[in-house]
């Protein structure tokens, strides 16, 4: 299975999605998976991420951009969405299912990465779920 696909698959079947904000370091690291161009996408023009807490509304409008921007980004942009993705704060009310997000996002890449299907299906179902919760849909196609 493509690179592509199982990103895709994972935010299909899920957001945070994977896929928002800052671009901060890249604190995981997932054999398998090729490190980041030298120039990234544009993130989501929201500047309230990171370090302050959002409106659970607004959370949820950074959540869509980042995922529609990293479903249509190149598979060398995995990493850096990833990082993205834990950049963004959730409101406190948002937090316990944005964590549900992701660690389903994060076990969907190590799944696509082992080609795991079952494993793959699993975390997508995990992560639509949380993403449902999150008033996110860009991340659940």
Known sequence: MSKFRTRHLALVLSVAAVAAAGCGSSSS????????????????STSSTGTTATSPAA??????????Q??????????????KFKA?????EQKADYEKFLTSLDAAITAG????????????EANTAAAKALN??????
């Open 29 to 44: 690291s997932k054999s398998g998976v090729k490190s980041p161009a030298a120039s990234t996408p544009a993130t989501p």
């Open 59 to 68: 959370f949820s409008a950074q959540l869509n951009t980042l995922c529609k």
């Open 70 to 83: 990293f479903l249509a980004a190149p598979d060398s942009q995995t990493p850096a969405y990833v990082a």
């Open 88 to 92: 963004l704060t959730p409101s406190a």
């Open 113 to 124: 990465n082992a080609s795991s299907q079952a494993d793959l299906k699993k975390a997508g």
């Open 136 to 141: 996110a849909p860009e991340c659940t196609k």
